[in-house]
């Protein structure tokens, strides 16, 4: 149960690799998954835990549960959960903190990029345990899911979500780790883990409405696939938008039907290569590529076809209302995730009666609001696992807030707490 660094936590040593999940036999799905509820834990194990694969940060327990695709079909999914050290677990909330995976390659699931022995994985997995370990140092217990599933299915609607609040059943149910089954609990993700978080929210009421979340953090969470991929396309940034093409294809019919009618024998080729790739990879294999360039169809034609229209409806956040607090967070001068989609999607679940608290950025732009945001969401989270919470929007930049630094360094004293 005690995640907290064992006697050699926060040193560097010497490292056995540990096999991806493809070669690993723990990720292989048991039989008889329809006959169990969701949130059914299957398989556990404990492992260690480092920044980075080398700089080790203690033990941590990995679930395979039973959860559901978007589809409806049973399927299994894993999560990895850490508890902090000295604390009792029966007190502890629980926070869902879902990562940027932005990837369909397997060696950039959280399960195993957070592993003692993995390699660096080109994504920025491996990076984000700095904001779990800032949540530990709270006293919170942090579920950390593979929410794009065994498969990598990012973009997928609603199973994302499912795959959360599955992880945070799973948790509360494995008597080993002492959680309380009444845990307070909430949800938090940034990019690609804002949208997962957003398919949670959205979901939560209807698919786990037993589960006490008290909030959720929506960080620059990607609203609109089809803007995004318009928007990246032909700019450095293109290969997001083709790993979610990747993506796709997989859990529509109708993509693949696509794929099969339109793409060039290159195309198809660079898109089997794509999911392989971890996020650094493909963003610097396809810098600047056009879509168009490897289909038949201009790129207007493409994205006009009734097929794609279907799907970019389905894959479009704001579906349901949340029926938890959510505190948006968006940057104005983000070129990734579009302001005006963040606007839209706000301005959707407030008519539709849920609290919102939304911080729009006037300074920062995807990649600065990441860490930025950080000290914010802490306590805005920690706010709502207390009871406490105001809807409005604030404006003032989050660089400027001497509120940011202040708590950005009271968050450096805990992670060394940990290491002794």
């Known amino acids: ?111 195993y990029a957070l592993r003692l022995g993995s390699q660096l994985v080109g994504a ?21 899911p593979d929410h794009e599933g065994l498969q990598g299915m990012w973009g997928a609607p609603y199973e994302a979500g499912f795959r959360v609040l599955d992880g945070l059943r799973a948790a509360v149910s494995h008597e080993p780790l002492g959680l309380s089954p009444d845990a307070r609990m909430a949800m938090w993700g940034y990019s690609g883990g804002g949208l997962a978080t957003g398919w949670a929210a959205e979901a939560a009421a209807d698919y786990a409405p037993e589960l006490d979340v008290a909030g959720a953090v929506l960080g620059s969470p990607v609203v609109d696939p089809e803007n995004v991929a318009r928007r990246l396309n ?39 290569e794509i999911e392989g790739m971890s996020t650094g990879s493909a963003i610097h294999r396809l810098r600047n590529k056009d879509i168009a360039d490897y289909v038949d169809l201009t790129f207007e034609e493409l994205f006009a076809l009734p097929e794609l229209r279907y799907i970019f409806d389905m894959t479009r956040l704001g579906q349901a209302i949340p029926s938890m607090p959510v505190l948006v967070i968006q940057g104005v001068h983000d070129r990734i995730v579009d302001v005006g989609d963040v606007d839209g999607l706000v301005r959707r679940y ?34 709502r696992l207390e009871r406490e919470h105001r809807g409005g929007r604030s404006t003032w930049p989050a660089v400027l807030d001497t509120g940011t630094y202040r708590d950005l360094a009271g968050v450096l004293p805990g992670l060394a707490r940990r290491r002794r």
């Open 350 to 383: 407030t008519e539709g009666g849920a609290t919102v608290r939304y911080h729009r950025d006037p300074l920062a732009e995807h990649l600065l609001l990441y860490p930025f945001a950080v000290p914010m969401s802490l306590r805005w989270l920690g706010n």
């Open 124 to 144: 920025s997995v491996q990076a984000e345990f700095l904001f779990v370990a800032a949540a530990l140092a709270r006293g919170w217990a942090v579920s950390i």
């Open 1 to 111: 149960m005690d995640a907290g660094p064992d006697s050699a936590a926060g040193r560097v040593g010497s490292t056995s690799s540990v096999p991806q999940p493809g070669d690993d036999p723990f990720y292989a799905p048991p039989p008889g998954l329809a006959d169990l509820p969701p949130g059914t834990v299957v398989r556990s194990r404990r492992v260690q835990l480092a920044f980075f694969g080398r700089i080790r940060r203690g033990a941590a327990t990995q679930l395979m549960y039973r959860s559901t695709d978007a589809h409806g079909n049973p399927e299994a999914a894993v999560t990895t959960v850490v508890v902090p050290r000295g604390r009792d677990p029966r007190t502890c909330p629980l926070l869902s903190y879902q990562c940027a995976i932005d990837a369909v390659a397997a060696h950039c699931f959280p399960s």
């Open 234 to 272: 032909s700019t450095r940034w293109a290969g997001l938008a083709a790993l979610m093409i990747a993506s796709l294809v997989h859990v529509f019919p109708e993509a693949r039907a696509v794929v099969d009618k339109h793409a060039t024998a290159e195309g198809k080729v660079l898109l089997s």
